[in-house]
């Protein structure tokens, strides 16, 4: 993989997943051949992540491109300076998230979008959880928080949910 380049082969899969979803096709397992599962390996990203980005997308627009590439982008810096290019065999147990209605200093949804985002970043996630799902992105355009802006937060505040409070209210 050209690193200079390396957001040109996931723009191609992203618009190219749209297109498949919007033909009918379902399921991240038959979008990807193997040179494309190991290069969204090679950047810490996983087939199912790029098809809920693509379905979500295909469905009402959000997310846009630009807002996959900034995750993306905010991941593999992650997976590349924090885990040193290895991929974590864990997956969060969605039974072991904060509920939906969680709060922290009455934020509600900041609780789960807090262990949604370290799981991100960790490459965590388990297919039937999606960072930056519509009730994700409901919280970030009310708090007027980019979902890219958040991980990087969420990375810095290494497990402090103090800054990630203060992060979200702009202090």
Known sequence: MKNYQWHAPLKELFHRAIEKYQRGERGAASYFNA???AYLASIGQTAQELYDFAEDHARGGDPE???VLLITSARRDYFLAEQQGQTSSHRIDMAA??????EIEGIGWLPRLIAKAESKLRGEMPDDLMYDCGGDRGFFKHHDVHPADFLRAA???KGDAA???RFVRGK
Do not use: N, Q
């Open 163 to 165: 800054k990630l409070v």
């Open 35 to 37: 040179d494309e599962l």
């Open 97 to 102: 998230l904060p509920s939906k209605d969680a």
């Open 155 to 157: 990375w810095g505040a």
């Open 65 to 67: 491109w630009e807002t």
